[in-house]
């Protein structure tokens, strides 16, 4: 999945946490205690276990580390996008601006009946299309006498 912060701004993937360097690890890690928790990558890995854990979106978005998995996946895309700036000024912005973008469908290959035929086309796909449309109806050569 991947996010916006705004209407026109860069997007950003929520896989960037496994991507984090040792410099934002120990970056996220002295901010973020600060902040009044320490996030560092054994506490990250133990709020994904317990989120993945849960049944759905619902449940996983109540859960008390729910905000904190948010704000760690926004600095964590931030900085693997090149932005040099701090935990809190990663995730310093209205809430109403972080935009969820769904995974393009159109990447996905689409499932295919082997035994059905391709769909005509060219010349000879549009005789054979015009052919069936219309009702040719035969008639008798006309005789002078």
């Known amino acids: 999945m991947k996010f916006r912060i ?3 701004g860069p997007i950003y993937s929520v896989d960037a946490v496994d991507k984090l360097s ?4 120990l970056i996220l890690q002295e ?6 928790r320490r996030i560092d990558a054994g506490v990250i890995e133990d709020l994904k276990k317990q989120l993945d854990e849960l049944p759905n979106n619902r ?7 729910s905000l904190w998995m948010v704000a760690v996946g926004i600095f964590a895309a931030r900085r693997v996008a ?4 701090s935990f809190e000024e990663a995730i ?8 969820w973008l769904p995974d393009p469908q159109d990447r996905k290959p689409k499932k295919s009946d082997p035994t059905q035929g391709r769909p ?4 000879a796909g549009k005789r054979r299309a015009g052919a069936n449309s219309t009702t040719r109806t035969s008639s008798s050569p006309s005789t002078d006498d």
Do not use: K, V, W, Y
Request: no cysteine; proline share 8%.
């Open 92 to 99: 310093d912005f209205p809430l109403a601006d972080l935009q």
């Open 82 to 85: 090149g932005e040099r700036i």
């Open 22 to 25: 040792l410099l934002d690890t």
């Open 59 to 65: 449940e996983r978005g109540r859960h008390p580390a």
């Open 31 to 36: 901010q973020s205690e600060a902040m009044g």
């Open 120 to 123: 005509a086309s060219g010349p």
């Open 6 to 8: 705004g209407n026109d």
